[in-house]
């Protein structure tokens, strides 16, 4: 975690931004058990009240999980505990217990009435693909309550833009490169005032006994990992909990379904960069005039809403 900032009071604000991150993440871990998601975790209670900041991240996960028809899902938390993601206890379990497990994924069996959680006993809350956007988003919060205007905020594939640079120009900020871990980014982009979020395949991952490699990113229509042809998925978005929710959608989504997706979706304004395992690349046309390639890429595609 880095955050930068500018102006008279920038290292008071640093740390009450870092401070209200480390709060965040506590309320959503699954492993933690002083969490609020953990306690919801081990509560057999059909209906739970939420704190103010869980249900609005609920209603964003639930809402999400609506529009990318579960590609996002926020309660793929039996199924990642299964493979092993969370308990670092890695294997490839059975067809028959991943199907016994699916049915507590189904989103469609909750909903959230005011701020109070209603579910099926043992469907368990998972918001790993959403919440370093979100604690993100409120660390910016924080931010412009401290009177910061410029900041950037690295989460570790969170790229989150406060303003411009102090001198009023754009911030340059570089895509990694999801081949090569120590290579230079593949692209370089001049943004400013928005999120960067990455999802990829290379970020946590296991070599099963098969001498398949599994990911951290799970396909909810199968409970198993996602194998497609896409290696990362880069959202640029006003919020970094959008960006972090699609990026994990549409990575399990696919190259075509992902770029379907983009073109048609009236529900979120984004852009994207898709790289693929054949060394190509996807770039929506919003980017295309704050974008640079540097890599020697066997093809870029350019795609455009009509």
């Not at 209906?47 to 996960?61: K, P, Q």
């Not at 217990?97 to 909903?111: G, H, M, N, V």
């Not at 919060?141 to 989460?155: F, H």
Request: neutral net charge; aromatic residues 10%.
């Amino acid at each position: 975690m880095s955050i930068k900032s500018f102006g008279n009071k920038a290292s008071a604000a640093n740390k009450a931004a870092k401070l209200k991150i480390i709060e965040t993440e506590k309320l959503i871990s699954v492993t933690d058990s002083q969490s609020e998601v953990y306690k919801i975790n081990n509560s057999n209670n059909t209906e739970i009240l939420l704190s103010d900041e869980l249900a609005e991240l609920f209603s964003s996960s639930l809402n999400a999980a609506f529009k990318t028809q579960g590609a996002f899902n926020p309660f793929l938390y039996p199924i990642t505990k299964e493979w092993g993601f969370t308990t670092k206890n890695y294997h490839v379990p059975e067809n028959s217990r991943i199907k016994e497990l699916q049915p507590l994924t189904d989103y469609k069996k909750a909903r959230l009435e005011g701020k109070t959680l209603i579910k099926e006993p043992q469907m368990q809350l998972d918001f790993g693909g959403i919440g370093k956007g979100f604690a993100g988003d409120l660390a910016i919060e924080v931010l412009k309550e401290k009177g910061i205007k410029s900041a950037v905020l690295d989460l570790g594939g969170n790229i989150q833009l406060l303003g411009s640079k102090a001198d009023g120009s754009d911030w340059n900020i570089g895509l990694r490169n999801p081949w090569e871990e120590a290579a230079k980014p593949v692209f370089a982009l001049k943004l400013n005032d928005c999120a960067v979020i990455t999802s990829g395949g290379y970020e946590r991952y296991f070599t099963g006994d098969d001498g398949k490699e599994y990911i951290h990113i799970f396909d909810s229509s199968t409970g198993r990992p996602v194998d497609n042809e896409l290696v990362s998925v880069t959202i640029i978005t006003k919020k970094g909990i959008t960006g972090d929710l699609l990026s994990t959608a549409l990575f399990a989504m696919g190259k075509e379904k992902a770029i379907d997706f983009w073109k048609n979706c009236q529900d979120y304004d984004f852009e994207i960069i898709l790289l693929c395992k054949d060394y190509s690349a996807v770039i929506s046309e919003g980017i295309e005039k704050r974008i640079t390639s540097l890599a020697d890429f066997s093809k870029v595609e350019v795609c455009k809403k009509q």
